[in-house]
């Protein structure tokens, strides 16, 4: 059973417009299923297969010359010398939808993108599934804590896999390959360390100095290291927002995760229940609803528009979600329950922020929706609400 994709229709929407559809984000999201089974009635070829990689680096014209109504072109950063020559093809034959291409390593995908086919392409970033897609399948996990474990890559939830096996196995098998494709690790152990100290970061304002320092690596390789994460979907920095209100500002970013499950492997959990009183346990929280408002908009094509407040003085708004002039605030709280100092970010941004405040909202571990003090408060199961009218 494939489970439904919401960003099938924007896939399909931008497809009537653009000659080329290239959907990105980690491995193992779902891409290739979702390109397949939004455009069965192209040609599939993946790029992974050494066959097909050395024709179309070989002879590109060739290799192109073969699908004349175009293909799906899957893992197409494999084979980057391919884009000039799709350039020449969809200029010279502008059908909308010919060519949708697959990538999981952004800097070389878009790299190709922005030198070849820039004006001629649409993106759209796919990260695993969202609550609501497991919602509308029946397979959501029953408890937040099942959800922080299992995180929300589809083969732990397709195929009813043990998370921490498949995570093992993601970690060896992907994520280190790809490290090696892009940048030159000579220790791997030591990238294992830094990539573990960062999951124990999430959540957190980013210090590279102490990070790089806990490593044992110099600052330039763990700038390196963590540009090799954004690149694979892995971390996401969420930057902070520029506007002051007269405050003194944090300008350093914050560092999450794009997927718990993974986040919580990576620090050590082994099973759910490890995760009720787990110190990390509001982080990982965080961590996901971040994830679950980034996809939101990427599933819609859209690019982020979220940001987070800190000022000197340590006074914090967990997300800033801008639209128009407003700024809507997000808090998250992993609690059960609601407490009235849980309001307090919400109730001093809203003094500070004054005609620019948006409506708040508030995001818990609990099962009931309240309208409190002007605030919405929506437990964890309703998250796709946040930000609604």
Same mark, same amino acid.
């Given at each position: ?198 999951? =124990?970061? $999430? ?6 100095? &102490? *990070? ?5 690596? !110099?600052?330039? %390789? /763990? ?111 992993? =609690?059960? $329950? ?6 307090? &970010? *919400? ?5 500070? !922020?004054?005609? %620019? /405040? ?32």
């Amino acid at each position: 059973m494939i489970l439904p994709r919401t960003a099938e229709p924007t896939v399909r929407h931008l497809a009537h417009g653009y000659p080329v559809v290239a959907v990105t984000g980690p491995r193992q999201s779902g891409k290739t299923t979702l390109a397949r089974h939004a455009f069965p009635e192209r040609p599939y070829v993946s790029l992974e297969d050494p066959d097909q990689r050395e024709f179309a680096m070989d002879d590109p014209r060739g290799f192109l010359a073969q699908y004349p109504d175009g293909a799906i072109l899957d893992e197409a950063q494999r084979c980057p010398q391919l884009f000039s020559y799709l350039q020449t093809r969809v200029d010279h034959d502008p059908r909308p939808g010919r060519f949708i291409l697959t990538g999981s390593q952004q800097f070389h995908l878009t790299e190709g993108i922005t030198q070849s086919l820039a004006g001629r392409v649409a993106m759209v970033v796919l990260l695993p599934f969202t609550l609501g897609e497991l919602q509308g399948a029946g397979r959501a996990p029953s408890s937040l804590e099942e959800l922080l474990f299992e995180g929300l890559y589809p083969p732990v939830h397709d195929r009813h896999l043990d998370a921490h096996v498949w995570y093992t196995n993601y970690v060896g098998t992907y994520v280190e390959r790809d490290v090696r494709l892009m940048v030159n690790v000579r220790d791997l152990t030591t990238f294992q360390r830094f990539v573990r100290l960062c999951a =124990g970061r $999430t959540g957190q304002l980013l210090n590279l100095s &102490a *990070l790089a320092d806990d490593a044992g690596i !110099a600052h330039n %390789t /763990a700038r390196a290291w963590l540009s090799v994460l954004q690149a694979s979907y892995i971390v996401h920095l969420l930057p902070p927002h520029h506007q002051s209100f007269n405050k003194r500002l944090v300008k350093t970013p914050k560092l999450y995760f794009l997927d718990p499950g993974l986040a919580a492997w990576l620090l050590g959990v082994q099973e759910a229940a490890q995760l009720a009183a787990h110190p990390l346990r509001g982080a990982l929280f965080e961590t996901w609803v971040l994830s679950e408002l980034l996809k939101a908009r990427f599933n819609r094509g859209l690019a982020s528009n979220l940001f987070f407040w800190r000022d000197r003085s340590g006074h914090e708004v967990d997300v800033l979600i801008e639209r128009g002039d407003a700024l809507i605030p997000v808090e998250v709280k992993p =609690g059960q $329950t609601v407490s009235r100092d849980a309001f307090a &970010a *919400l109730e001093r941004w809203r003094a500070l !922020a004054g005609d %620019t /405040a948006g409506p708040g909202w508030l995001v818990y571990g609990g099962d009931r929706s309240q309208e409190r003090g002007g605030f919405r408060v929506l437990p964890w199961r309703e998250v796709a609400q946040v930000g609604g009218p």
